[in-house]
């Protein structure tokens, strides 16, 4: 599965973006699509997960603020961020995961919030 990420740039704090990922390639076998997160000096970290039937997962920092969508007839998966804060500058990556757990990753795309 190829992923191709979006939406990505600087905002201020209290801003909104939308992080958009297409799939390609053999996406009958994808469950599973997320969008993780690495900041500089940190492990990357789940931001956001939904699966094939709808059902999402969310990490506590981001709930309330962000959501996740996902069309599987366009094989797209969307990340609506608001109430951006600087602690959300990261590099933010689009990964699908298939029913065997094997996954893919896209290529990130930076995400910016100043203060």
């Known amino acids: 599965v190829q992923l191709q990420a979006s939406g990505g740039g600087l905002v201020q704090a209290g801003g909104s973006l939308r992080l958009s990922c297409a799939a390609s390639?053999?996406?009958?076998?994808?469950?599973?699509m997320g969008w993780y997160r690495q900041a500089p000096g940190k492990q990357r970290e789940l931001v956001a997960g939904?699966?094939?039937?709808?059902?999402?997962n969310y990490a506590s920092s981001v709930l309330g603020r962000f959501t996740i969508s996902r069309d599987n007839a366009k094989n797209t998966v969307d990340l609506q961020m608001n109430s951006l804060k600087p602690e959300d500058t990261a590099i933010y990556y689009c990964?699908?995961?298939?029913?065997?757990?094997?996954?893919?990753w896209g290529q990130g795309t930076q995400v910016t919030v100043s203060s």
């Open positions: 390639g053999s996406i009958f076998s994808i469950n599973y």
């Open positions: 939904i699966n094939k039937l709808g059902m999402t």
């Open positions: 990964n699908a995961q298939n029913y065997i757990g094997s996954q893919d």
